[in-house]
Each structure stands twice: as C-alpha cells, then as structure tokens.
C-alpha cells in the first residue's frame, strides 16, 4: 500500500483530488517539481519582459537511447547508418557508435523547454521557426543532453507575444554543446 491508498482508507478521502490540490498548491507557490529544479512560471507580456537578455534555466538530463533514435528514423523515414546500424556504426564510423539524427536533437526542444518554462494565461502557443543553428558536434547513442536556454528578444505584436530564445543542447561531459541557435515561440495572452 503507497501513502495515498493508506490516506484514502483511513480518512475516506478520494486521493486523485488530493494529488490535484497538492499539485495546484505547489504551481501557486511557483515552484514546479522537475527533479528539484525550479521551473520558471511566466504569467504574462509584462513578466516574459522581465527576462530579457537573462538565462532563463536548463532543462533535466535526457537519455537518448537507440530506442528513441530508431522510432525517429522510422518516424522521418531517415534509415542512414550512422543512426540505425549498431554494428556497422561500430565497424565503419568515425564515432565508434550510432548518433542521433541532428533533427531528433532539435525536435527535443518543446518537449525540454516546458522543464525549463511554464508559460502561463495563454489561449495559444505556436512553435513559429529556428533561426541561426549551428550543429557543434553529434550526439552519441545513450548520451544525456540538457537544454540552455536565454531570452534574447520578446515584442508585443499586436497582441502576441513573439519571443526569442537562444538554446543551447549541452552533451553531459562534453565542453562543445550539441548546437547553439535561435528558436521562435509566438503566444496569445489572455
């Protein structure tokens, strides 16, 4: 029996809407748990502009397995070798294993920036485009990466918001990142 099943015997309480208010409580305070990091919690134009120019956090430590590198290829269609060929990646390539596909890494973005951000008030939030990337070195088969990332521009267009973040994939143990480069988030505030 976990905590939650021992609470919900003894005092008849449904343990889902615990858990709610328990999580609603800590998103007030503006601390999300993400592996005890601090989360970033932006409620609005005014607040996103108090960042300009800052570092605004970096994500948790992810793995990429072959797993996720082969679900990529077949995803993309994008079987090269040097990606999906463990042996032959070992045998013949120049990293002694698979790397992960440079678009897998840049794919990783929005699913690493809400560790780093949680934008809220919005009706709507648009991953409008990449700007200026620059691949540093490859990203080796289990290899853990984290990203970077710094407001470098937020304009209030007519309405929207379009922000500027320079992010940076950082490689556990490695002095080169991944890539540095701009992304583009536009968001409707409500």
């Not at 992810?62 to 797993?67: A, G, L, P």
Request: proline share 2%.
């Amino acid at each position: 029996m976990n905590v939650f099943e021992i609470f919900s015997c003894h005092f008849n309480v449904d343990t889902s809407k615990l858990v709610q208010e328990i999580i609603a409580i800590i998103r007030a305070q503006g601390i999300v748990d993400t592996n005890n990091k601090k989360m970033l919690i932006i409620n609005s134009f005014e607040e996103y502009k108090t960042y300009l120019g800052k570092e605004l956090g970096v994500s948790n430590w992810h793995k990429i397995d072959q797993e996720q590198i082969d679900n990529f290829a077949n995803a993309t269609l994008d079987h090269q070798w040097i990606h999906t060929d463990k042996e032959k990646a070992k045998r013949e390539g120049p990293f002694n294993a698979t790397i992960a596909h440079g678009y897998l890494t840049l794919a990783l973005i929005p699913y690493l920036w809400k560790q780093i951000a949680d934008v809220r008030n919005i009706k709507m939030e648009i991953n409008y485009g990449i700007e200026s990337f620059k691949f540093g070195q490859p990203v080796l088969v289990d290899s853990e990466v984290q990203l970077k990332a710094k407001l470098n521009l937020i304009t209030n267009l007519r309405g929207v918001t379009k922000v500027i973040i320079e992010a940076t994939l950082i490689i556990k143990g490695e002095q080169k990142p991944a890539y540095n480069g701009n992304v583009v988030f536009l968001y409707h505030f409500v």
